[in-house]
């Protein structure tokens, strides 16, 4: 999104809303230009006007980057259908075939899979916790992967090198 498309925004934001102003000086057109710039205008001009239709409140930078993937990404799976993706794989694939189980799931839920261990999930004979644990963990992973997609690339590689070095440092 360039900054005349945020400016574009911030108007929209400006006339939805009485009380949000924005400054002659353009600090808040740069703040919100930096926060939205890694999403395309059409996608944030939806979401914007799907906020200003359903809240009465100035929706935050944070609001409007949750609209965004409300409005761009599908919720693919549910808990359960995850886990039909994971015993159809077992049916098709066995034990055996780890690796090409895990190529034929959804990237999360071989992700959850992936930490639970294929072995633990196909040799588990109480299928009623294995399935518990497994959605559990799903949930979780699908929570933190919508958190971390909320926050701009840019800033995420900054906290992940930051985080890092603080590791070297202990």
């Known amino acids: ?7 574009k925004i911030l108007s ?3 006339l939805a809303y009485h009380k949000f102003e924005v400054d002659r000086e353009g600090v808040k057109l ?4 930096q926060m939205l710039k890694d999403f395309d205008y059409q996608e ?5 006007q799907k906020l200003v ?4 409140f100035i ?7 949750k609209a965004v993937l409300e409005v761009t990404t599908e919720d693919r799976l549910t808990p359960a259908g995850a886990w039909g993706e994971v015993i159809e794989a077992i049916e098709h694939y066995g034990y055996w075939n780890k690796k090409e189980a895990l190529k034929s799931l959804d990237p999360l839920v071989a992700k959850t899979v992936d930490y639970m261990g294929w072995r633990e999930i196909c040799t588990e004979t109480n299928t009623g916790v294995i399935r518990g644990q497994f959605i559990k963990m799903y949930k979780q992973l699908k929570k933190r992967e919508k958190k971390e997609n909320i926050i701009p690339d840019r800033l995420q590689g900054e906290i992940d ?7 070297l440092l202990d």
């Open 53 to 56: 239709a359903e809240q009465p």
């Open 30 to 33: 740069k703040f919100w230009h």
């Open 59 to 65: 929706p935050t930078i944070a609001d409007i980057r």
């Open 161 to 167: 090198s930051i985080a890092s070095s603080q590791l």
């Open 12 to 14: 929209i934001l400006s």
């Open 44 to 48: 944030v001009q939806v979401a914007v």
């Open 1 to 7: 999104m360039t900054k005349t498309e945020t400016a």
